[in-house]
């Protein structure tokens, strides 16, 4: 949303430099960076709001939420915002320059980063300014702005560029918030670290300082009994996870591929998500459960809980409250994982879909887990639902389209799958008809086929509870000499079979 010039705009403008400038604190507070000064005196702080140590470097950032109601910055925008003359302020001062905005500057940060890999200014204009980089590095050049190549290559290598989305700033401030510090909900605790930071101008505040500050407020670091105590109750939400599906899985169990692919990608750099989808009844309960249980033998963290046995809920804070957890999943499991990679779990995502959903307006918390998410690096996320729904939602379907994501299909068990599925029942395979075969394909149906031995009269007493016993072009049904449960969208039936 593009705010109205004026008073509307500076607040707008002022609310996303307090989140980027909140985050950088908390980042600080995390062990990962040395100190935060807000406004610094002259000529340190000219044309940026803070500076950021760290590594043993020193960052100056700007911000700029916006470019009027440009979608993008190009190299004249930026000069009449003052941004080339801050950033060789900074450079010549030994420091490296952020330039952070809602609104991107592309060729800029391509620019920047060509310069950084290059070994020199008459190399970088000879062999890197393809994709038609050259008008915009002319304009740096020029006179209107730096003069010369050399000059402006040396500005674009001291460069950084970002532009975080201003919500997921904000939600991913409150769940690290609600990570690291105890007294307070995350959105508030953020708040008031944003109130101490405004209250601290031109101080250097490392982590002993903003501690010491956040202490007259309530606020104090969770200490390592907090994270046992964190990690204990994330354990006992996928526990709980656990106790919904064991029931309905075959035993005994049959090894999928799926599973060691979900393994194996949530154990890789990439992809962040992972959209698991497969037919109502295909196995992805099975799948969930054989990777689950390889991740958590590994040592690695894994928080899962379902959508479709919750009350509602409207926020990521509110979600957690329904699966046991004190505030946001996302948060609780970055908690307990304390930098280590962990996963992150959402089963029956159909639940909250336009499709198929009874609570469609509970998909925005969902999102909005995979924006808090992005603020732990070693944290990959699993969402969980039918193809058809993955199909059918167009917000569904625009996750699986984003950058580091990807979508894995749980496919039918195979004819080698189900003799060993029959095999370890002890039944009949020479009994099967092909029809009977191709319907075991489906795990749903598998796991409820009769357990008895040839010869065995079937009768109603031996289906599942709910179900209805149906006849093959007979109403004998009870007298039947064989028979199957069949899932369908509306429960469990039995169809009978005489082979």
Not at 4 to 15: C, I, S, T, V
Not at 354 to 370: H, I, K, M, N, Q
Request: glycine share 8%; proline share 6%; aromatic share 6%.
């Amino acid at each position: 949303m593009t705010p109205r010039p004026g008073g509307e705009a500076d607040k707008f403008g002022n609310r996303y430099e307090a989140a980027w400038t909140v985050r950088q604190a908390l980042n600080v507070l995390l062990g990962r960076g040395d100190s935060i000064v807000l406004e610094p005196a002259s000529p340190l702080g000219d044309g940026i709001e803070f500076l950021y140590r760290r590594d043993g470097l020193t960052q100056a950032h700007q911000v700029k939420r916006q470019n009027r109601n440009a979608n993008s910055w190009n190299v004249l925008s930026l000069r009449d915002k003052g941004v080339w003359e801050a950033l060789r302020t900074h450079v010549d001062g030994g420091r490296t320059f952020h330039f952070v905005s809602t609104v991107p500057a592309r060729a800029i940060e391509e620019l920047t980063d060509r310069a950084r890999r290059s070994d020199d200014a008459a190399a970088f204009r000879r062999e890197w300014l393809s994709d038609g980089l050259g008008s915009q590095f002319d304009t740096l050049a020029s006179a209107a702005v730096y003069g010369s190549a050399e000059e402006a290559w040396r500005m674009l290598r001291g460069l950084w560029m970002e532009w975080p989305n201003e919500r997921d700033l904000i939600d991913t401030n409150a769940v690290l918030a609600e990570q690291i510090l105890t007294g307070a909900p995350g959105h508030s605790a953020a708040l008031t670290l944003g109130d101490v930071l405004m209250t601290s101008l031109g101080s250097t505040l490392d982590a002993p300082a903003i501690t010491a500050r956040l202490a007259t407020h309530g606020l104090r670091p969770a200490g390592r009994s907090e994270s046992a105590t964190m990690a204990e109750e994330v354990a006992t939400a996928t526990r709980r996870w656990t106790a919904t599906v064991e029931s309905a899985l075959l035993r005994p169990v049959i090894p999928r591929t799926e599973a060691a692919l979900l393994v194996e990608r949530v154990t890789a750099d990439s992809p962040r998500l992972t959209l698991l989808t497969g037919t109502a009844g295909g196995g992805k309960s099975a799948v969930l459960h054989q990777a689950i249980e390889t991740l958590i033998a590994s040592g690695t963290p894994v928080l899962a809980f379902r959508l479709d046995r919750l009350a509602a809920f409207d926020s990521t804070h509110q979600l957690g409250l329904r699966i046991g957890l004190p505030g946001s999943p996302v948060g609780a499991l970055g908690a307990a994982a304390a930098g280590r990679p962990c996963v992150l779990i959402v089963d029956q995502l159909d639940a909250v879909s336009l499709a198929s959903g009874r609570s469609s307006e509970a998909f925005g918390p969902v999102t909005d887990l995979l924006g808090e998410a992005a603020a732990f690096p070693a944290m990959r996320v699993v969402l969980v639902c039918r193809a058809f729904d993955a199909k059918a939602d167009p917000r569904i379907r625009e996750l699986t389209s984003a950058d580091e994501s990807a979508q894995l299909e749980v496919g039918p068990l195979t004819t080698v799958q189900v003799d060993a599925a029959l095999t370890g029942m002890d039944l009949d395979q020479g009994r099967l008809t092909p029809s009977q075969r191709a319907m075991l394909s489906s795990p749903c149906t598998c796991s409820y086929w009769p357990r008895s031995r040839t010869g065995r009269t079937y009768s109603p007493e031996s289906v599942p509870p709910g179900s209805s016993w149906m006849s093959s072009g007979s109403s004998n049904g009870p007298s039947a000499n064989f028979g199957y449960p069949r899932c369908t969208s509306t429960g469990w039936s039995r169809q009978s079979w005489q082979p």
